[in-house]
């Protein structure tokens, strides 16, 4: 067999007993030649070493040149595909180990840069019986369980958000980007005149649904420390707005003040989403979920597990206060939830989303959810907190850095000294891509407005999605930061073109 069997079905379950040690046997072996968070050299080394490979794998199969084998394209890289396959366990180990030698590794602590979590073992187990399975969630005769299972789990992550509300409701979403466009689509279907209104924090998805939506773009309003400030809120909301607030926000991992903030928009008549993308599991933390005080103010929430959650993406869920307001999404299509079948009792899962085929996503956040229960999602939550915090306090302690702030969740924002030494942003910018050029760390950067008279700043920033490590993790880094920052600092004197 060269691999046209099927997962599912009589025989699916030992089909893919086969294959999986394949796949896992690549992947090891790729994760043990990289040996670090991402493979060294950017963008040209590594396209050059896949290209580099694959030629020397053909030939070596073939015992003849790689330019001369039968598949030419693919050692080439010029985009063509095989004629030929190779069969299902040779593809799947060469595959998996170029891929896993060749990732940014989010189950490196060094891979720091982005809300990019390494992924529950327990949910990625999951998924492989969900494809196998492959329910498609847009019709009960395609997934009678598969549609219960994710009824039952929006259910309980609706209530987790309003948890007095009575009758709230939640979809599954492919991440924040998703949730956020509903949140606007649906005050739009409210109110065709709707303006959105938004802190100067919010994430970029925001004003993009509003272009999507043909919504004007959104009004900003200004923050300090990185939080939407509500006096200036108050002054532009009206009763057709659409306030946006942020409950960590991607630079910091803020929380704008909730409370404050849907008191304003409760006197102004207005409608309030929440962006809780980052910061809304925290919700299942009894020392953190303070935090979300206010939260279930909102007439919408945007909530990520592919953050937050341990799921590989895609894991969004979008949450309404009022059921009836997902009414909106309602639409027939007369293959897929005609008329008679609602009436005959078949669930209508059409207008469970604006996509029309879709993932069982829900099954591997259901199955998480049953492993670890929402107390240990929690805990994991709160030892990326620490860990953040335990950061913070060493480059608090650190000679050649600068702390931005105390982390809220599980952001540390930082910045090299030598730079506001010489007041070079792009010295910050290229310290993080030298680390990422040697394959020593993956780190993001943030802009915020801490220059003088509140001009922007590049800064450094550390997202701390590991839930097993320690701040002890991360120092050695942190060196390494401010070394590179000094080197760079020499290099851009002795080059001064270069800076
Ligand atoms: C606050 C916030 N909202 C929305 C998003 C977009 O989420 P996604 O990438 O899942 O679409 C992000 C992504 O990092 C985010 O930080």
């Known amino acids: 067999m060269r691999g046209d069997g099927l997962a599912g079905g009589e025989g699916g379950a030992d089909r893919l007993g086969e294959l999986i040690p394949a796949a896992l046997r690549g992947m090891a072996a790729g994760i043990a030649e990289r040996g670090g968070p ?69 189950a490196d602590p060094a891979c720091a840069a982005h809300l990019h979590c390494p992924p529950l073992a327990v949910a990625v187990a999951a998924d492989v019986v969900a494809s196998a399975l492959n329910p498609s969630m847009d019709s009960w005769d ?55 209104v938004c802190g100067a924090n919010a994430h970029h998805s925001v004003a993009r649904a509003a272009w999507l939506l043909g919504l004007p773009a959104p009004v900003v309003v200004p923050c300090e420390g990185d939080r939407l400030l509500p006096d200036a809120l108050a002054e532009v909301v009206t009763p057709r707005s659409v306030v946006v607030a942020t409950a960590g926000t991607t630079n910091t991992g803020a929380l704008d003040p909730l409370p404050e903030i849907a008191a304003v928009c409760r006197r102004a008549g207005a409608r309030l989403h929440v962006d809780a993308a980052y910061g809304g599991m925290a919700l299942c933390s009894d ?52 008329g008679d079948d609602t009436e005959a009792g078949l669930p209508d899962l059409l207008g469970r989303s604006i996509r029309t085929s879709r993932r069982p996503d829900a099954f591997r956040m259901a199955v998480t959810v049953h492993a670890l229960g929402t107390d240990g999602l929690g805990a994991l939550v709160e030892r990326c907190c620490a860990t953040a915090a335990e950061v913070a306090t060493l480059v608090e302690n650190h000679p050649g850095l600068r702390l931005w702030g105390a982390p ?92």
């Open 38 to 106: 991402v493979p060294a050299g950017g963008p040209a080394a590594v396209a050059a070493a896949l290209v580099a490979e694959r030629g020397e794998l053909v030939s070596e199969k073939q015992g003849s040149n790689p330019v001369s084998h039968s598949r030419p394209a693919a050692a080439a890289g010029n985009g063509s595909l095989p004629r030929r396959g190779i069969g299902a366990e040779a593809a799947l180990e060469e595959l998996s180990r170029l891929l896993a030698a060749g990732s940014a590794d989010p």
């Open 142 to 196: 395609q997934a009678p369980v598969a549609s219960e299972l994710e009824r039952e789990f929006t259910a309980g992550i609706a209530r987790l958000c309003y948890p007095a509300a009575e009758t709230p409701d939640a979809v599954v979403t492919t991440g924040g980007t998703e949730s956020n466009l509903l949140g606007l689509l649906l005050a739009r279907e409210r109110d065709p005149g709707v303006r959105p």
């Open 287 to 338: 020392a953190l979920k303070a935090k979300l005080a206010g939260l279930a103010l909102a007439d919408s929430v945007a909530l990520d597990l592919h953050k937050f959650g341990w799921q590989p993406v895609a894991a969004g869920l979008f949450a309404a206060r009022e059921a009836a307001d997902l009414g909106a999404l309602t639409v027939r299509a007369e293959y897929l939830n005609a």
């Open 408 to 499: 809220e969740l599980s952001t540390v924002v930082l910045r090299p000294v030598v730079a506001d030494e010489t007041g070079d942003d792009e010295l910050v910018a290229r310290v993080r891509r030298a680390l990422l050029e040697a394959g020593t760390a993956v780190i993001g950067r943030a802009t915020l407005p801490t220059g003088p008279g509140g001009t922007d700043q590049l800064w450094l920033k550390l997202t701390l999605l590991h839930p097993h490590t320690t701040g002890d993790d991360y120092g050695p880094l942190l060196d390494r930061i401010a070394a590179t920052a000094g080197a760079e600092l020499v290099a851009g004197r002795e080059s001064p073109v270069a800076s």
